[in-house]
């Protein structure tokens, strides 16, 4: 049996309180459809996932305050501390055609709609309004917004991205 494909879905931060609560950042909307009872996982560089099991999850904007089976103190919240949490890639919620997870997009060339080479998506900034995608080429960074208007087309078999850059983002180009 082939080894799952893990997508990162949070990260732990700091204990909360005295009772094992941690809180967790989300990468997306994932774990927001998580419950009691539900697994994710510990995925070190090396070596076997470590199971978790959810116990508690109550939200506050993006965070996550969360406590999972068997970890009762702070302490035992605290060896916690900056650990990423994944999940299986077919445990993943199924999308909207047209949405994608951000795991599938990071990393893709970016270019414009008369193919000149942006760089590579190296990161995305979840902001209020609307994601920004960051894009590097040759160490400089362009910020790019992920607006429909923006973005003209994604095509993860190619392993590109097609945008049309707003008025100001080309003149340095």
Partial sequence: MAEPRWVPVGRIGRAHGLHGVVRVQAYGETLATRTGG????????????????????????????????????????QALTGLELFLPEDQLPQLEEGEYYHYQLVGLKVETADGLSLGILREILATGSNDVYVVEND???????????????????????????????????
């Fill in 38 to 77: 539900d697994k994710v996982y510990l995925r070190p560089p090396a070596g076997d996932a470590r199971e978790l099991t959810l116990d508690t999850l109550n939200w506050h904007q993006r965070n996550c305050l969360t406590r999972f089976v068997g970890f009762t103190t702070r302490e035992a919240a």
């Fill in 139 to 173: 160490g400089k960074e362009i910020l790019i917004p992920a607006t429909e208007e923006v973005i003209l087309a994604i095509d993860l078999e190619q392993g590109r991205m097609r945008v049309a850059l707003p008025e100001g983002l080309t003149d340095d180009l």
